[in-house]
């Protein structure tokens, strides 16, 4: 392994090589010659490292820190405890990953500390001082500053079993075809939290559920991608470099709203357009003519695995929904008349599933068509839908009733709303 050295060590050397020779007393209480040996590493380099004379390089680094269950921030100066905090709420657990910096960045961590222990939107704006207005909005601010500038990071999400072993037991009843695939359910209870933490915590279960179904795949792996919020979550989770090389196909082409900074789909647009960001094999989009577009909506049917979302028409209309329907050239007032209770790839749907206006909207070739996802759904592919919120439980139902979805990831509140519905009949 290679190191760096210089003759007299500098403040920056000094400093990691005092902190490398705490964690080695404190956490191991093991001589340097023990750590040496057990990292395989020459006694006189580990010893010029712990004296400042030499610095390894970031393999080496990323090596010790793992090595001392500790973090790369707190070897190279950025924490001041050789550990992150860390946190469990219900069914989060949780890290701060470095000290704040400023008011701001207080009131982010205190945010995201709150949500994770099922407060409220409201709750948590009283108690951080922020507006009463729109504390949904308010708060999600903040949490969003915290996870996009990392102060905050997921280690640990514990699915609700009970409730998602209910919950399955009920649709597989309810939904005969779901019986003829891999069905799977998972719910986090996460209470009354604000959106984005919801979103959050969502997208980090569906990065490991990717991670775990690329594992038993050992062939060229692709992926589909429906921009939404939780499903920007997912990739944001996966930006670590834990995701081995795939391509990324976006399902949908009409246009993302995509702001500077923390938005719905600008994760999920940039793992698509800037994919060696994410160790990512991204699709060129810079697509010249309109069957160049087709051809590209087709290869994106292939693929092994679907990350979506769903939009409701339920409690409003969505500013995405919206957009949709101006593309298409639908009347809303039409859509709700017709059944329309939220749409699947853009395709308005009925809580039975059947789609409307699919010819007209087919025509446009704004996004896959739905039979791709039922193809995938009957090879035994999973399509998964990422969701949240009570008020989707129609759209979902709609979705699982027409075959495009056979799996799952959604919070306790939409689990207890759609069991409320089939109890309804």
Same mark, same amino acid.
Request: glycine share 10%; proline share 4%.
């Given at each position: 392994?290679?190191? +760096? +050295?210089? +003759? ?9 090589? %005092?902190?490398?020779? *705490?964690?080695? /007393? ?5 001589? *340097? ?12 380099? #580990? ?27 707190? =070897? ?19 890290? !701060? ?45 903040? /949490? ?6 990392? $102060? ?17 037991? %009920? ?20 209470? =009354? &939290? ?6 959050? /915590?969502?997208?980090?279960?569906? +990065? ?35 995701? *081995?090389? !795939? ?5 949908? @082409?009409?246009?993302? %709203?995509?702001?500077?900074?923390? &938005? ?15 160790? !990512?094999?991204? !699709? ?41 329907? #101006? ?69 979902? $139902? ?9 799996? @799952? ?9 759609? =069991? ?6």
């Amino acid at each position: 392994m290679n190191s +760096s +050295s210089r +003759s007299t060590p500098d403040r920056f050397q000094r400093d990691f090589g %005092r902190r490398l020779a *705490q964690l080695r /007393i404190q956490k191991k209480k093991l001589s *340097q010659a023990s750590v040496a040996a057990e990292l395989k590493v020459h006694l006189k380099k #580990y010893s010029r490292w712990e004296q400042g004379y030499t610095l390894p390089s970031l393999p080496e680094c990323q090596e010790l820190a793992g090595y001392f269950e500790s973090t790369l921030d707190f =070897l190279i100066g950025g924490l001041e405890a050789p550990n992150p905090i860390r946190r469990k709420n219900g069914a989060v657990e949780w890290m !701060v990953t470095r000290p704040p910096r400023n008011d701001g960045e207080r009131k982010a961590i205190k945010c995201y500390e709150l949500a994770a222990a099922s407060a409220t939107p409201a709750e948590i704006a009283r108690s951080v001082g922020l507006t009463q207005d729109q504390p949904d909005v308010e708060v999600g601010k903040f /949490i969003g500053d915290a996870i996009q500038k990392g $102060l905050v990071q997921v280690l640990k999400v514990n699915e609700d079993q009970s409730l998602s072993e209910e919950l399955r037991g %009920r649709l597989l009843a309810e939904i005969p075809k779901l019986q003829d695939g891999n069905f799977q359910v998972l719910v986090a209870s996460l209470g =009354l &939290s604000p959106r984005k933490f919801r979103a959050n /915590i969502l997208g980090y279960l569906a +990065s490991r559920f990717l991670l775990k179904h690329r594992r038993k795949c050992h062939h060229e792996y692709a992926i589909g991608l429906v921009g939404g919020f939780a499903v920007s979550q997912m990739v944001y989770h996966l930006q670590r470099g834990e995701l *081995q090389e !795939v391509t990324a196909y976006p399902w949908t @082409l009409y246009p993302a %709203r995509i702001q500077v900074g923390y &938005s719905a789909n600008s994760l999920v647009s940039h793992m698509v357009f800037d994919g060696e960001d994410y160790r !990512v094999q991204g !699709v060129n989009l810079s697509i010249a003519n309109e069957a160049e577009m087709h051809a590209l909506l087709e290869r994106a049917g292939l693929c092994d695995i679907v990350f979506m979302g769903l939009g409701s028409l339920q409690g409003g209309m969505s500013e995405r929904f919206a957009t949709l329907l #101006y593309l298409y050239n639908l009347d809303p007032e039409e859509v709700l008349s017709n059944g329309g209770v939220g749409d699947v790839l853009g395709y308005p749907v009925r809580e039975n599933g059947e789609l409307l206006f699919e010819e007209e909207i087919a025509e446009k070739r704004w996004s896959v068509r739905p039979d791709k996802l039922k193809n995938l759904v009957s090879m035994k592919k999973p399509v998964v839908g990422i969701i949240f919120g009570q008020e989707k439980a129609p759209v979902t $139902l709609g979705a699982l009733r027409g075959g495009t979805i056979n799996t @799952l990831i959604i919070d306790d509140r939409l689990a207890g709303s759609l =069991l409320a519905r089939l109890d309804e009949g």
